[in-house]
């Protein structure tokens, strides 16, 4: 069943494309790799799919509905989450309350409800912490749950926004370069997440990555752009093997 469809969305900057007519689409329960060289793309595309950037031309379609018109927050209410290239944590905040503050935004609870139905606000906010606190639990988090958001190691704090994003209790995740930054223990231990939240979670995931061991071991399929351009579409095995591929991207070494 197709859950995401893109189709032929360009996105232009001042004349500039930084996406040119892509079209693909990603099927429900799927992990699917977009990779391409600096500049192809990538990073835009998943800005267009969650509302960030209106496509210039084209259509971008979630659960047979169109959303390219719709603002992010929209988008993130019809479950599709996403996290981004540059960590957005709340720094000042504890591991707990970055989880907390997401789930609260989706309670319903007004302030005028601390003063007419406060027993009801606490018992939300009591059911709250105990999902956020599931939430820590399955990314291993339990340990950093008091420790401010800046002050955590910097795979910690990829795992809590991965986290924080599946507090809106997604459909879809995109994951924008979850690997950047990552040692090779830290790597492998990401692939298991990525791994859990499609097998355990059934969370349909699309990431973009550049560490090509991890997208060639745990992708179905991948999309590869190049110059904002859709240059070819397959399994690990036909994209590491295609000749415009290993030119353009992955190199002679490959």
């Not at 830290?186 to 097998?199: A, F, M, P, Q, V």
């Not at 059934?202 to 590869?224: A, N, Q």
Request: glycine share 8%; with cysteine.
């Amino acid at each position: 069943m197709e859950l995401l469809k893109i189709a032929k969305v360009s996105r232009e900057f001042g004349g500039l494309k930084a996406i040119d007519d892509v079209s693909f689409s990603v099927k429900k329960g799927a992990i699917h790799g977009v990779i391409g060289p600096n500049g192809s793309g990538k990073t835009t595309l998943f800005n267009v799919v969650s509302g960030h950037y209106k496509p210039t031309s084209g259509e971008v379609w979630f659960e047979n509905k169109p959303i390219h018109k719709l603002p992010p927050y929209k988008i993130c209410r019809a479950g599709l989450a996403r996290t981004f290239q540059n960590l957005r944590l709340f720094k000042q905040m504890t591991v707990l309350e970055n989880i907390c503050a997401v789930l609260d935004e989706s309670s319903g609870v007004r302030i005028l409800d601390y003063f007419l139905f406060l027993n009801r606000v606490l018992r939300i906010e009591k059911e709250t912490v105990l999902k956020a606190e599931k939430l820590l639990e399955d990314f291993n988090l339990s340990e950093w749950w008091n420790v401010q958001a800046d002050s955590l190691p910097y795979g910690v704090q990829k795992r809590m926004e991965i986290a924080r994003a599946l507090a809106t209790n997604p459909k879809l995740l995109l994951l924008d370069e979850p690997a950047a930054g990552l040692n090779h223990t830290e790597t492998d231990e990401l692939s298991g997440i990525i791994k859990h939240i499609r097998d355990d979670l059934g969370i349909t995931v699309v990431l973009i990555e550049h560490d090509m061991k991890m997208v060639m071991s745990i992708c179905e399929t991948i999309t590869v752009l190049n110059e904002g351009h859709l240059l070819i579409e397959g399994t690990p095995e036909v994209v590491s093997n295609d000749k415009q591929v290993i030119s353009a991207y992955l190199g002679g070494e490959w």
